[in-house]
T-cell receptor, first 112, second 112 residues
């Protein structure tokens, strides 16, 4: 069974600090997506990375796809309270092309 | 305009009852999904329809039955509700296999 492990599971930081969260698998990803879920809402797609070594930036968020396509990281610079939420990585299952599996999630809280 | 809308937002019901959750998307996507998010925030796929055809049917009790009257709608009917069915159920849609999901805001089901 394909599993996506995310770390850390929980993270509480002060406004203005930097942080990095990770997504790892024992399998090679075809592509990888990052979502953010706020309380009471559904996950919202932030980015899709496809190529090994790829780096994408979305304002203060930097997404990196590992060279071997088995891991990814999300770095947030100068975190703000609005960044608070559950961060999820997801990838297409090896057993079905329409089926995405989600990681275990990182719950981030940014304190003002 | 809400892209993926689910109703109801909250559902509290007694064990043994039958209930339905409705989902509609106005994005013109060809594929719709039901996911279940447990108390640990883990998202797990249940069903998927592509152009009204069932393409994913995970190991879900047969008390759960999805129905897709057209490609813009996907409903979930649950018979004989059990305490363990309590969770947040998310509807999502996608166009093709690569571009990620658009999620609804979820239905919090509580079985008492």
């Amino acid at each position: 069974t394909q599993l996506l492990e995310q770390s850390p599971q929980f993270l509480s930081i002060q406004e203005g600090e930097n942080l990095t969260v990770y997504c790892n698998s024992s399998s090679v990803f075809s592509s990888l997506q990052w979502y953010r879920q706020e309380p009471g809402e559904g996950p919202v797609l932030l980015v899709t990375v496809v190529t090994g070594g790829e780096v994408k930036k979305l304002k203060r968020l930097t997404f990196q796809f590992g060279d071997a396509r088995k891991d990814s990281s999300l770095h947030i610079t100068a975190a703000q309270p609005g960044d608070t939420g559950l961060y999820l990585c997801a990838t297409r299952s090896t057993s079905g092309t329409y089926k995405y599996i989600f990681g275990t999630g990182t719950r981030l809280k940014v304190l003002a | 305009d809400t892209a993926v809308s689910q109703t109801p937002k909250y559902l509290v019901t007694q064990m043994g009852n039958d209930k339905s959750i409705k989902c509609e998307q106005n994005l013109g996507h060809d594929t719709m999904y039901w996911y279940k998010q447990d108390s640990k925030k883990f998202l797990k796929i249940m069903f998927s329809y592509n152009n009204k055809e069932l393409i994913i049917n995970e190991t879900v009790p047969n008390r759960f039955s999805p129905k897709s009257p057209d490609k813009a709608h996907l409903n979930l009917h649950i018979n004989s509700l059990e305490l363990g069915d309590s969770a947040v159920y998310f509807c999502a849609s996608s166009q093709g296999k690569v571009y990620g999901y658009t999620f609804g805001s979820g239905t919090r089901l509580t079985v008492v």
